[in-house]
């Protein structure tokens, strides 16, 4: 089998694990009992919560995607829906007439769609909070990849800091977490998306690719 790499913040098991990533937490003022539910998209969120009371648990919860909801189910909390793993199913999810609520995005510094900006033109109530800023690790600089090697990149950013420190060559095959993942990479460059954006879903991909 040709090896496998996943470039990302966490591991996964059964595939080698570049941490190209790392993450600065903030810890902006927040008044949860403002808000009637809290949208997530990551589950380092719940890192960036570790500060604060637990009122926050009390609080319906909107995930990106299965994964982000389980990891937030873990701790107790009511998921009052969950979108299709990008930011843009959100939207639609508020706009119901039974979830026209005042909502809390609690977010990265830098992210890839302004579906919340949007959302807040069509009168979705809803506020965002700075939790965390996602940075290249230059630890994670030393790795020797296999010319022959499976790629999977599993958010933009993740690109970016790959490509401070490595090239992608034309003998990689490359796997993508999502479309807006896709749509980071150079171009020319060819990439398979995984069935659903999830690392898991990912990694499966990539072992067949790699059979």
């Given amino acids: 089998m040709r090896p496998i790499y996943l470039i990302s ?24 009992s403002h808000y009637e539910g809290i949208i997530v998209t990551s589950k380092q969120i719940l890192k960036a919560l570790e500060p604060y009371s637990e009122e926050w648990k009390a609080l319906p919860i909107i995930a990106v995607s299965e994964p982000t909801a389980d990891a937030f189910r873990t701790q107790g909390c009511v998921i009052a829906a969950v979108a299709n ?30 579906w919340a900006e949007e959302g807040r033109k069509n009168g979705v109530k809803i506020d965002e909070a700075v939790m965390y800023k996602t940075v290249c690790n230059d630890e994670a600089s030393h790795f020797e ?26 003998t990689h095959s490359i796997v993508v977490i999502g479309k807006t993942t896709q749509k ?26 790699a059979l």
């Fill in 145 to 170: 990849i296999e010319e022959n090697g499976v790629l999977i990149f599993a958010s933009p950013s993740s690109i970016n800091c790959f490509l401070q420190n490595y090239s992608i060559l034309t």
């Fill in 9 to 32: 913040k966490t591991p996964y098991e059964g595939v080698i694990h570049i941490p190209i990533l790392k993450t600065r937490f903030f810890a902006p003022d927040i008044d949860f």
């Fill in 85 to 114: 793993g990008y930011g843009e199913g959100i939207e639609a999810i508020i706009r119901e007439e039974s979830l026209q609520k005042r909502w809390l995005y609690l977010r990265p510094e830098h992210v890839a769609s302004s």
């Fill in 184 to 209: 980071a990479l150079p171009l020319g460059l060819s990439s398979s998306l995984s069935a659903t954006p999830s690392i898991a879903s990912a990694v499966e991909l990539a072992r067949k690719i």
